[in-house]
Every structure is written in structure tokens, then in C-alpha cells.
């Protein structure tokens, strides 16, 4: 039987082929200082930031702060912090900055200077800094000014006081929330597959590890750069990374091999096309990948196919 993966890559039109966005997005939350209780019993800490707020608040989006992730350099995956959150804002569907630290100033800059970010940013700052009481501020001016131009609505300002947060007031802290929720429905459900776009690559790779059931990462490397989307192995090493801290995916070891598999876990999708038109259905690559790995007697990735389902169902 013919390896099934071959044409499957030949026969995309990746121009056709489309990202659907997921029901359960991802929202990168950036700002003040988090403190979250080490056991469940222990009382719960004072309130430090809005950012803080919003991370107790039930919502109907996944949460996600950078510093969940704290083994970014190990094994010089990430050389540098930039990087790390860069790359991680590329599997988000939001980034969420909120203006209440140093640090959060420094992270508006840099998210600020890419326009596949920019156009991801929600930035909410307090009326303090509203633009009718301080006109002349550098934020104002200069990085706020320049992201309003992609999306007006991706500004937002509330009242509270960044030294006071423990007296934030619920209203505050619910309309923030909604407001994170009002930029994500403004998302398009699907996007034109492009190699231009950081993130549709991390999908890509997501996807791929999907229709093609279990993949090395030379496989990987080997098939994003086969459909145009110019990726070193260090990128794909920080895609692999990231997916797998998310739990979209799972390194599953056989006999000194290595392979990813995809999880039950909700993500984006890819529509796929081929050319004249046709759709090409991903149960059935499936279903022939799964067939040619069997008859192929591909014995360490079928002994890794079997352990990640076994260990998956239980």
C-alpha cells in the first residue's frame, strides 16, 4: 500500500484550505501580579491585581497566564523571554494586556510592534490614564494610539485603582470580563490558510499530527516546509513545546523513537482542500494512515499508537 501522507500533501490547495476557530478559545492574560493558592485548603489570598480578578471569575474561555508555563528554558528551548511570549501569543486566539505594572508596559511594546499580534490585542487600562485626563501620556500617544488603528474597539478603559486592588468592585471585574468576551466573538469563525500567519503554522502542525495519527518531528519539520511554510527546526521545536504544555498533543516514546499524537483537547481546525475543488476528509486520511501503518508493519509507530490510546482511555 502507498503512504497515504504523500499525496495527500501534494494534493492540497493550501490557498482553499481554511482555519476554523475553535468554540473553547485560548486567552493569553498578561498584567499585574497573580497569587494563587498552593493547596486548596489554604485561605484564599488577597486580591493584587485586576488581572488577579479575572483569573477567579468563571468564564467561558480558557484563562491562560505566561508564567503557568515555567520550564520555557530549559534545554534552550526559548533563548529569551520575547520569544516565549511571542510564540505563545501565536496559540492564543486573544491576548489580553491589562496596564497595571511595569512589566505589562514592556509586553504592550512588544506584542505591539507585530501585526499578526496587533491585531490579537486587547489592551483595558484604568480611567486614569484615559486619554481626556492625560492627553500628553507617552501609552496614550504613541502604543495605544497606534493599536486603535487596527481595531478601535481593542482598547478598553475601566475605574479602578492599580495601588488599591483589593477594593476593585465586582461591577469592574464582571464588565471586564465581558468586554475580553465581546473581542472574541468579533473573531471571524474561519481564516484563509496563510503561511504568513504565525499562528495557522502552530495549527498546521496541530493538524497534521492529527490526520496523520502519530509523526516524528523530522516528519513534521519535513511536511510544513514541503507546504510553504518555511519553518526551522527550532520553531517547530517551540510549536512542539507549547502544543504539548496546552495538552493538545503528546510525546509518546517506543523503543528509542518518538512520536506526537494529538489529544481529545478542543483547538483550532483546518478545512482541507484540494485542487479542483474537491474537499479532502480528514476521517478517511485517517482511517488510510492508520490502514498503511498496519500493513506496513511501521512496528514503533504502531507500538506508540497503541500506548497513547491506552493510556488515553484510561
Known sequence: M??????????????SCRIVHTDSPIVLLCGGPVKIKERPNDPDPAIRSLRHAITLEQTE?????????TTWQEDSVFKNLVDFETE??????????????????AELGAFSQLDELRAKLVVIKCSKFSERENKSSFINLGILRHIKET??????????????PHEIEKDTIEDAV????????EIHDTQVL???????GTTLVCELIRIFVALKRVEIIEYVNLLGFNMSKEKVRRKLFLLENFHLIKAVEYDGAT????????????????????????????????????????????????????????
Open 2 to 15: 502507498k503512504d497515504p501522507r504523500g499525496g495527500v500533501l501534494a494534493d492540497l490547495k493550501l490557498s
Open 61 to 69: 474561555f480558557e484563562l491562560f497566564r505566561p508564567e503557568e508555563i
Open 88 to 105: 505563545l501569543a501565536a496559540i492564543c486566539s486573544l491576548v489580553v494586556i491589562i496596564l497595571e505594572s511595569p512589566g505589562s508596559i
Open 151 to 164: 481595531n478601535s474597539r481593542s482598547v478598553k478603559t475601566f475605574p479602578w485603582d492599580i495601588s488599591r
Open 178 to 185: 465581558n468586554g475580553i468576551g465581546d473581542s472574541l466573538s
Open 194 to 200: 496563510s503561511s504568513e500567519q504565525e499562528s495557522h
Open 259 to 314: 512520536y506526537y499524537c494529538r489529544t481529545n483537547s478542543r483547538y483550532h481546525k483546518l478545512r482541507l482542500s484540494a485542487s479542483e475543488g474537491r474537499r479532502l476528509e480528514d476521517v478517511s486520511i485517517i482511517l488510510d494512515c492508520n490502514s498503511y501503518y498496519g500493513k506496513s508493519k511501521d512496528r514503533h509507530r504502531l507500538g506508540a499508537i497503541k500506548r497513547f490510546k491506552r493510556e488515553n482511555t484510561q
